[in-house]
């Protein structure tokens, strides 16, 4: 890698850079670029009057934001306004642009997002990686990656980083996929498997798509579960606007939080785990059906045309996360939970059981349980997502390229 | 209250203060005093290459804590060293102190502790608060209070906040008690009980034992559970250093993990809850005991005394509390347990078959699990370094005073 990971990693809020005066200008740029993001087109003035700085101190950090790429001048504004004509500010649609990248069970997909969050270019492939060991797939990714790349730049973006969501443990050191256990992979470095010159980070799918939810979702509380599933069950715990990782990085194990204690035993080495009522596998298993791709259009379905077998695998399902979000939410106490991934194709029919589950046993009012929209989407949107958001939190870190 | 009362809460890291020269300034006030602190007695030179700051910078600022009370010269350093000799900088074992409370079911305790962490005066007054109301229960405490700050200031020492422990739930406003089942106490604002001259602080007793653990514990990481119980079990939950509390304030209800789904009703409203496996009061009713007080001396007499009955309840605990965080850990992937308050007078006969349950559940190494040193005396000790902490953390709140 010629890029450290961490520069391109979802990085904290900006006052985390060096508290010196260069550190102030740091996050001072960053506060420029997160108001004109939020709330752009912006005058100066406006800006200035948003994050409490003196109107000349703002006009030195835009023209530097403008200098750099990353800002643009809209033109004057419309007259008929009190005082002199400012003119708007907005994020710039070219400059640099987050990669994001999935690899799932089922498939491989690669995207580019600008720093107004647009998505610019696309790539997918559908087939099956269980199995598949990592040097073809990553091959298969590397050439998507190119295509994506290629037509960003065609419209004056350049990749700021390239952020890869996958379904398995990633070590904190953002590279490393410690255990995917359904494509089988073990200790895979995909930083020595990916081209060098994009700066990588990697990270679970259910924590890219807890990401997205908080960035992208409508009225996404700022301390949430998000609950997600593949094969595996996974939840992002988003605490105060950041992700609870864990020592390791691997948190948010929600599908080995034991249900029925004495259960069936689990690949975890534990007995009766939430998975095992409530992965894909157990869901089609108790429902008499076989293990194939798009498993969950399967299930929607057939529950949707009234298959009872199906519906009633998918109440246990529902009963049995009910169970294991209990025990979450006295232990975290959060705003909400969010049901994503797989689970917010399968909402119809596991909410009525879950929620039951949560209301018997809790004495106030149960936590709220939404369905994401961003659906199966999450994971590469958050991925791309979070290299834009490390931008916007230290431009000055890419304000020397482009 | 004369003091907004998240004057005295034990603040975030210093970095939290407003971004301006101002609070650069109040931040390396806080740098200089953990410096000398955590390493003192130190030279002005010495704490300048321990922080990145100038000589010049650091004298300026050493100072303005001298003149303040904060820090005190032990005089020119012993000759025979390289260079000017200079004088030796100490935390002020006077001014500034930090007052804690506890509020237990059978005891009352306050005490007064430096800014150097000595506990300076101590007060305890044993007996039953089950079933009492507020009123007479915090006049008692006022009174111990009183002592306390009365010996205090003989010794030159001022009350620079009190925080207080209670055995329940807190709400986020940091002087109410939501709910404290034991001592049956329902929505009791503290703040309008206690004196007004102090800056309130209350949280939960397994918050601050958290706290006193990670603060005062022998090589306590900066990811960890910490469980306590006395009739309930309470867990804090530090996550890099930080106490993760919830959006209600109410994190950490590990006893109310679902155990066994379809198992005894519980006061909470649930099924089967580890409080109904490992909760004081279960642990007695299963070695056919009554609930008086001193329960955790009366188990652990018992235990010691080679008693199967007890014994037995204890395994049983410990099994349901290795269920319990086995969850918990799939969830938040600490770096270690420690078992705290009356659990680790318990912990000989609980914890082998705590940590059975959970190799048994785990497929790699399990989460170790150790015993606070600080027993009982954790969530007192924890709520008055709360308050020390606060002054170190923001040496110019208090500046003015004295």
Not at 46 to 66: N, Q
């Amino acid at each position: 890698m010629t890029a450290p990971p961490h520069e391109a990693r979802p990085t904290g809020p900006a006052r985390a850079l060096p508290d010196t005066q260069q550190g102030m200008r740091r996050r001072n740029l960053a506060r420029v670029m997160h108001a004109v993001r939020a709330e752009g087109p912006l005058s100066r003035a406006a800006v200035a009057s948003r994050i409490g700085l003196t109107r000349a101190a703002v006009s030195t950090l835009v023209d530097e934001l403008i200098r750099t790429g990353l800002l643009e001048e809209l033109g004057p504004e419309r007259p008929g306004r009190v005082g002199r004509p400012g003119s708007a500010l907005a994020v710039s649609g070219r400059g640099p642009a987050g990669i994001g990248a999935e690899i799932g069970v089922d498939h491989l997909a690669v995207c580019a997002v600008d720093l107004r969050g647009e998505v610019r270019a696309r790539a997918v492939r559908h087939g099956t990686n269980r199995g598949r060991s990592p040097e073809p797939v990553i091959e298969e990714l590397t050439r998507l990656l190119r295509e994506v790349v290629t037509e960003a730049e065609r419209e004056g973006l350049w990749p700021a980083g390239l952020a890869v969501a996958v379904p398995g443990l990633v070590a904190r050191d953002a590279h490393t996929v410690v255990r995917a256990p359904n494509l089988d992979w073990h200790d895979v470095d995909l930083g020595a498997l990916l081209p060098g010159e994009f700066a990588l980070t990697v990270d679970n799918e259910a924590n890219f798509g807890g990401l997205a939810e908080l960035w992208l979702g409508a009225d996404t509380p700022r301390d949430f579960l998000h609950v997600s599933a593949e094969i595996g069950i996974g939840a992002a715990l988003v605490v105060d606007g950041s992700l609870l990782r864990g020592t390791r990085g691997f948190a948010g194990e929600l599908g080995h939080v034991p249900v029925h204690p004495d259960g069936p035993e689990c690949v975890c080495g534990g007995r009766g785990c939430l998975e095992q009522y409530a992965g894909e596998e157990a869901v089609l298993r108790a429902a008499g059906l076989e293990l194939g791709e798009d498993r969950v259009g399967l299930l929607a379905g057939r529950a949707a045309d009234g298959d009872e077998d199906v519906r009633r695998a998918l109440r246990g399902a529902g009963t049995a996360l009910g169970i294991a979000l209990t025990g979450a939410l006295n232990l975290l106490d959060p705003e909400g939970v969010v049901l994503g991934g797989a689970l917010a194709g399968l909402a119809p029919w596991l909410l009525p059981s879950l929620e039951a589950e949560l209301a018997r046993r809790t004495a106030g009012p149960p936590c709220p349980v939404s369905v994401s929209r961003l659906g199966p989407e999450g994971p590469l949107l958050g991925a791309a997502h979070s290299v834009v958001r490390a931008v916007l939190d230290d431009p000055a870190a890419v304000a020397g390229r482009g």
